[in-house]
C-alpha cells in the first residue's frame, strides 16, 4: 500500500545512502522520531540535508518504507553557524535526543521540548545552561527523573544538607546518607535542587524562564554532567567538551572580575 505524507519535521541526523542520496532522522509531533530517504539531493531539498533544519515535508510511504519527495525549510537555525559556542551546545542536545529515543515513539512533549531548547540554544543568553537543562528535562520524560523530595532509601523528610547518590537516583537523608556509598555522591546547594525540581517539572513554555546565580550554575552543570554518564552508562566526547567550554566561561568570568576590580 503507498500514500502521500505531509508533516513538519526536524533533521536531528544525516548519514549517506549510497553516492548522491542521504538518509534523514525527522523528528516530528505524532510520529515521533522516523526515518526518511533522500534518494538525489533535488535543489529543493538540498538544504533539509543540514542539521537542525525544521521544514514541511511530503514523505511518499511504501510499505513503510518513507522517502523524501518535497522540502519547504521553514527555519534553519542560521545563528547557530555563527557561534562555536551554540553549534556544539546544538550537536550535543542532538545526539542525546537521537540516542535515547526510540523509532516511531510518539511523544509530543518530546517534540515540544526539541523545539523550545534549539529556539534556545540559538537564541538564549546562555547556550551550555539551556543545553544541559534540556537534556536533564528529556531524561525525566523518558523515565529517569531524580528522585528530589524526601529520602529515596526510608522516606524520612530532608531538613538539611541535600545528598545526592547517583546509583539510587535520588537524595538521601542525614541517616542513610552516613552509610557507604556504591558509587557518586554529591551534596547539593539548596538552589540547586530548586532548578532541578523546576527543570524537571515546569511547563515546557516556560522551562528556560528562570534565573540562576553562578555557584548554583556552576553546580547545575556538574550534576548533569554525572547523571547522564550515570543513567545512560556511555561517555559522550560532546559531554566533556561542554564540560571544558564551561569550566573555560568560568575562568573568564573570574579573568573579568579580576581586570574590572584593579
Not at 232 to 255: R, T, V
Amino acid at each position: 500500500m503507498t500514500s502521500h505524507i505531509n508533516l513538519k519535521a526536524f533533521v536531528l541526523d544525516i548519514s549517506s545512502y549510497g553516492q548522491k542520496g542521504r538518509i534523514l532522522r525527522l523528528l516530528t509531533e505524532k510520529r515521533g522520531l522516523i526515518t526518511a530517504v533522500l534518494r538525489n539531493q533535488k535543489d529543493d531539498c538540498k538544504a533539509c540535508t543540514q542539521p537542525f533544519t525544521f521544514a514541511e515535508f511530503q514523505l511518499f510511504d511504501y510499505r513503510q518504507r518513507l522517502t523524501v519527495d518535497e522540502a519547504d525549510i521553514i527555519e534553519q537555525f542560521s545563528p547557530l553557524y555563527e557561534d562555536f559556542t551554540r553549534l556544539s551546545a546544538a550537536n550535543f542536545v542532538r545526539s542525546i535526543f537521537v540516542d535515547t529515543m526510540a523509532p516511531d515513539q510518539s511523544d509530543a512533549s518530546l517534540y515540544k521540548l526539541w523545539a523550545y531548547s534549539i529556539h534556545e540554544i540559538t537564541t538564549g543568553k546562555d547556550s551550555l545552561l539551556a543545553a544541559e537543562v534540556a537534556i536533564m528535562r528529556l531524561l525525566a520524560i523518558i523515565g529517569y527523573d531524580p528522585w528530589l523530595g524526601n529520602c529515596v532509601v526510608c522516606e524520612k523528610d530532608i531538613v538539611s544538607d541535600y545528598v545526592f547518590d547517583f546509583a539510587l537516583s535520588g537524595t538521601l537523608c542525614n541517616d542513610c546518607a552516613v552509610r557507604p556509598a556504591e558509587r557518586r555522591r554529591m551534596t547539593l546547594l539548596p538552589g540547586t535542587m530548586a532548578t532541578l525540581h523546576y527543570v524537571c517539572s515546569s511547563e515546557l513554555n516556560k522551562l528556560f524562564k528562570f534565573r540562576i546565580k553562578d555557584n548554583v550554575r556552576s553546580e547545575f552543570l556538574t550534576f548533569v554532567k554525572l547523571y547522564i554518564e550515570e543513567k545512560l552508562e556511555k561517555s559522550y566526547k560532546g559531554l566533556d567538551f561542554i564540560s571544558q567550554l564551561a569550566d573555560f566561561e568560568n575562568k573568564n568570568k573570574w579573568s573579568d572580575n579580576l581586570s574590572g576590580g584593579a
